[in-house]
């Protein structure tokens, strides 16, 4: 890690000489501003930072952040990411992607690039739109939604990401929406000091095609019906005039003014079996939606076991070269 000691960078060094080609009032505007503000804090070089893309709205990031970048191909960011931190372990490597290029055709790379816990930081846009292609629907459009694929209403189940990535073994989910700037912020500062592969959601409006997916969570009811999840704290929203409660695995709404607080129930980051119950109550219309760490626990990362097992080789059997390892097998001269 290359730390800045004689000069403190700011936001204005992190932005690119690039016009920024997005529809106005799309909610990437505020990702990426609270990306370029949060990256100097982190007290890294430029030159140490890489965001990589696949295809989407969404991939158009690393043009706009003045450090290395890769917009790479159609879902397969994760993969090119993976290589890029294989390489240079000193890195830090981020994926932008979206609900399509990460969870449809990308989604084996997803699954495989947190199943390996590669210390890799993924940040997920999820619009629940196809917005580059002009409007179908995505891997998380809800059932019903009309689109131009979809004239009569999708039948397809939505992907829920928190519970793909849990699935897959993710040792860090979060969620957060673009228009909690203040969240937002906390969010990648917590997925950046995770040593380990870290996944976070970001609900991000599309004001073209799905305008008003997030409205909820967003307008002037958005503390009835959003819950910011805090580690060791009890799980309380609206105000902590509501709060969550465990009917043996199922969640339910309480009102304060009849319960205790000892009723309610505590979140664990770091226990699996509540981490699936937050996450499939997602889009729950009786419960309030999740943000904050919904899992994060410490787990030896694919990198570093992969530098450890080259150290161990070399020591035993010395550096080697590319040469003798061509010389290995059967060879022969051609005349």
Same mark, same amino acid.
């Given at each position: ?5 004689e000069?403190q960078?700011?936001?204005?060094d992190?932005?690119s000489d ?5 529809c106005p ?5 505020a990702?990426l501003?609270q990306?370029q503000k ?10 140490d930072?890489v965001f ?6 969404s991939?158009?990031f690393?043009?706009?952040m003045?450090?290395?970048g890769?917009h ?10 993976t ?13 932008v992607?979206g ?10 790379h997803?699954m ?13 846009f999820?619009?629940r ?7 179908q ?6 059932v ?5 694929a979809?004239?009569?209403?999708s039948?397809?189940i ?6 793909l990535?849990?699935?897959a073994?993710?040792t860090?989910v979060?969620?957060?929406?673009d228009?909690w ?6 969010m990648?500062?917590k ?5 380990g ?11 073209i095609?799905? /305008? +008003?997916a997030?409205?909820e969570?967003?307008?002037? @009811? !958005? ?5 910011d =999840?805090? #580690?060791?704290?009890p ?5 902590d005039?509501?709060g969550?409660?465990? /009917? +043996?695995?199922?969640?339910?709404v309480?009102e304060? @003014? !009849? ?5 309610i =129930?505590? #979140?664990?980051e770091?226990?699996l079996d509540?981490?699936h ?5 997602t889009s729950?219309?009786d419960?309030?939606?999740p943000?904050g ?8 990362t ?6 450890d097992?080259i150290n ?10 590319v040469?003798?390892l061509?010389n ?6 051609v005349s």
């Amino acid at each position: 890690m290359s730390e800045i000691k004689e000069t403190q960078l700011t936001k204005k060094d992190f932005v690119s000489d690039q016009a920024v080609r997005w529809c106005p009032g799309c909610g990437d505007y505020a990702i990426l501003a609270q990306a370029q503000k949060q990256m100097p804090t982190f007290g890294r070089k430029k030159e140490d930072i890489v965001f990589v893309s696949g295809i989407g709205c969404s991939s158009r990031f690393p043009y706009y952040m003045n450090t290395y970048g890769f917009h790479s191909i159609h879902g397969r960011a994760p993969a090119l990411a993976t290589g890029v931190k294989i390489a240079n372990p000193d890195l830090s490597v981020w994926v932008v992607t979206g609900d399509g290029d990460g969870l449809s055709i990308g989604g084996n790379h997803f699954m495989h690039a947190l199943r390996r816990n590669m210390d890799l930081n993924i940040l997920m846009f999820n619009n629940r739109i196809y917005g580059l292609t002009k409007g179908q629907y995505s891997p998380t459009s809800e059932v019903g939604k009309v689109t131009k694929a979809t004239p009569y209403g999708s039948i397809d189940i939505p992907l829920n990401p928190p519970s793909l990535a849990l699935g897959a073994q993710a040792t860090f989910v979060a969620r957060t929406i673009d228009r909690w700037q203040k969240h937002l912020a906390e969010m990648m500062e917590k997925s950046y000091n995770h040593d380990g592969g870290s996944f976070v959601e970001i609900y991000q409006n599309c004001n073209i095609f799905n /305008d +008003g997916a997030f409205e909820e969570y967003t307008g002037s @009811e !958005k503390f009835d019906n959003v819950i910011d =999840l805090k #580690h060791g704290e009890p799980m309380l929203f609206a105000k902590d005039t509501k709060g969550i409660k465990l /009917d +043996g695995s199922t969640a339910m709404v309480v009102e304060m @003014e !009849k319960h205790s607080i000892d009723d309610i =129930l505590i #979140h664990d980051e770091t226990n699996l079996d509540l981490a699936h119950i937050i996450a499939n109550w997602t889009s729950n219309p009786d419960l309030p939606e999740p943000i904050g760490v919904i899992y994060c626990i410490d787990k030896p990362t694919y990198n570093q076991d992969m530098v450890d097992q080259i150290n161990f080789a070399k020591e035993k059997k010395g550096e080697g070269s590319v040469q003798d390892l061509l010389n290995a097998g059967d060879t022969w001269t051609v005349s």
